[in-house]
């Protein structure tokens, strides 16, 4: 196998693209403060799962409801994405080795080797290292069961999300049911 001259050129070999790949991970604190963000960004759960303010939907209100609920409660649907997944991890292990030997991949096509890569009479360009991982990736994923696994995981996180957003009121429309129904102030509906 030989490498493009910018991979040669390297003198540490193996250790200088460890340290590449190292460098370009996110640091615990990174990961953090974004799993932070994105919960701190979410909006309330007794307000996401009050029943009393979901309902059928109208068809003339359903766009409607789609695009507000969608921008109003995507951080609890990432939330609910990650918690699954979360979930999906520890009940399915061999999903994580999948995971692992597709970024392995990867890493040796784009990190070790960022230029073109010559194996025998065969010269893989950065479109053909694309489609060779691709094509390796649906290999790993079909044999592991991970494909399967996580196609699943976003079905069944669309379907709930998609539920939510099409039966939950949305955040500015007015409850005229609950707000002329016997209050504690005294005013009644003309």
């Known amino acids: 196998v030989r490498m493009g001259s910018a991979a040669q050129s390297s003198g540490g070999g193996g250790a200088d693209a460890l340290n590449s790949v ?3 991970l996110p640091s615990s604190e990174d990961v953090k403060g974004k799993a932070l963000n994105v919960l701190s960004h979410s909006r309330p759960w007794a307000e996401f ?8 939907p109208p068809v003339s209100e359903i766009r409607d409801r789609l695009e507000q609920n969608s ?4 951080y609890n649907y990432a939330v609910i994405l990650f918690a699954l997944t979360f979930v999906t991890v520890l009940v399915s292990p061999l999903s ?19 230029d073109r890569i010559s194996v025998g009479k065969f010269h893989l360009d950065q479109r053909t290292k694309g489609v060779a991982l691709v094509l390796f990736a649906l290999l790993v994923l079909w044999l592991t069961g991970a494909g399967s696994t996580f196609i ?26 609950t707000a002329y129904s016997g209050g504690s102030s005294g005013a009644t509906a003309v």
């Open 96 to 114: 994580i080795l999948g995971i692992v030997v597709i970024m392995a991949a990867y890493t040796f096509l784009y990190i070790m080797h960022p």
């Open 71 to 74: 921008q109003y409660y995507c």
């Open 49 to 56: 799962a009050n029943s009393s303010q979901m309902n059928v």
């Open 152 to 177: 699943t995981l976003l079905c069944v996180v669309s379907c709930i999300s998609v539920i939510h957003m099409l039966i939950r009121k949305p955040p500015g429309e007015a409850d005229f049911d």
């Open 22 to 24: 190292l460098a370009r």
